[in-house]
């Protein structure tokens, strides 16, 4: 069974403006963390935000907001005021597992491709 | 926070061929974990590597195609054997210092098999 979905293979923005870029997750543990990740076209796999199960508050990091539902399983990323840079892929990821003795290890999603436009 | 180094970076290889690809972490780490991304796929888990045990691999790797070697706490290897064109990909070795934590990535090597 899949357990983190993104639905949207490709989104366009205008530059300055915002984007929401969705997640959704399945999972039987009460305790996981959520993580989003940026991967430019270099490859590389930059850390954006994370989300844990019991944090009550929403994650924000400058430009970046997790948007977290926990009744709805859901953990869409916000990106406000989109520049040119924010171009690239883009993955939600669950880790699961933490207490009940599992790997500690992410599962990702798809990956949505956001590109930006001047 | 951990810093990752990866080698090699990129390889051109022959198909029948193995690549051992390593990775060097600056602190030590418990868990080390390898993954494959695909050409324009997201990124799946071949296995979890731990120092003093056989890694754990996920459905449908297998060690005899994807052998791991974790000799300490800072260090380890993938080997990619009897390569095939499908094993054209990216592989990123990636660690996590805690529980809470994100997840730190090597940059990647990126695997072309002819």
């Known amino acids: 069974a899949q357990k983190i979905t993104q639905t949207q293979p490709g989104m366009f923005v205008q530059e300055k403006e915002a984007v929401t870029l969705d997640c959704t997750y399945d999972?039987?543990?009460?305790?996981?963390?959520l993580f989003w990740y940026k991967q430019p076209s270099s490859g590389e796999m930059i850390f954006l935000i994370y989300?844990?199960?019991?944090?009550?508050q929403n994650a924000t990091e400058g430009r970046y907001s997790l948007n977290f539902q926990k009744a709805r399983k859901s953990a869409n990323l916000v990106i406000s005021a989109s520049q040119l840079g924010d171009s690239a892929m883009y993955f939600c990821?669950?880790?699961?597992?933490?207490?009940?003795?599992?790997?500690?290890?992410?599962?990702f999603g798809a990956g949505t491709r956001l590109a930006v436009h001047p | 926070s951990a810093v990752i180094s990866q080698k090699p970076s990129r390889d051109i290889c022959q198909r029948g061929t193995s690549l051992t690809i390593q990775c060097q972490v600056d602190?030590?780490?418990?868990?080390m974990f390898w993954y494959r991304q695909q050409p324009g796929q997201s990124l799946t888990l071949i296995a979890t590597?731990?120092?003093?045990?056989?890694?754990?691999?996920e459905s449908g790797f297998v060690i005899d195609k994807f052998p791991i070697s974790r000799p300490n706490l800072t260090f380890s290897t993938l080997t990619v054997s009897n390569m095939s064109p499908e094993d054209s990909s990216i592989y990123l070795c990636?660690?996590?210092?805690?529980?809470?934590?994100?997840?730190?990535f090597g940059q990647g090597t990126r695997l072309t098999v002819v």
């Open positions: 990636s660690v996590m210092t805690g529980f809470d934590t994100e997840a730190f």
């Open positions: 999972t039987s543990d009460q305790s996981y963390g």
């Open positions: 989300q844990g199960s019991y944090d009550e």
């Open positions: 990821a669950m880790r699961e597992g933490m207490f009940s003795g599992g790997y500690n290890k992410l599962i």
């Open positions: 602190s030590q780490v418990t868990m």
């Open positions: 590597a731990n120092q003093g045990s056989e890694a754990t691999y």
